[in-house]
């Protein structure tokens, strides 16, 4: 009895094993061209992945400090870099004025002032360009 079924069940095998091989050869013949054109392409994908990580090396992150010799420069005082400091966090005039206990004229009356040092109009160009001249992070 069990020398049957393992006889049947190798011929079964062996069976399914013919189809898959002869389903695999009538496919490659079909869409050889295709097959091929993944093939490459899928190479290609990977070498491209490859060569970008190992171009791509993170950067080592450093520790912001702060550049103290373009704030005496610009005479940026310690109160404007405090206001400086808010609005690059993105804070509102009010909220600066809260933050600081002065008035809002009075934050207004800072902005101008670094408006005027840092050589800009508004208050995203004082940011980028603090940023630009490692006064903030």
């Known amino acids: 009895m069990k020398r049957t079924v393992i006889l ?52 080592q992150a450093s520790p912001f400090q702060k550049n103290t010799r373009a704030l005496d420069y610009l005479g940026v005082t310690d109160r404007e870099y405090e206001v400086l400091e808010l609005l690059a966090g993105g804070h509102s005039n009010k909220e600066i004025a809260d933050s600081l206990f002065v008035s809002t004229n009075t934050v207004k009356t800072h902005l101008a002032h670094l408006y005027g040092k840092l050589e800009v109009s508004r208050r995203t160009q004082a940011v980028r360009k603090a940023r630009e001249l490692r006064l903030i992070p």
């Open 8 to 59: 049947y069940s190798l011929a079964v095998a062996a069976a399914a094993f013919a189809l898959q091989w002869l389903e695999y050869q009538y496919t490659v013949r079909m869409f050889s061209t295709e097959i091929y054109v993944i093939l490459v392409a899928s190479g290609f994908l990977a070498l491209g992945i490859w060569v970008g990580r190992r171009l791509r090396r993170p950067a």
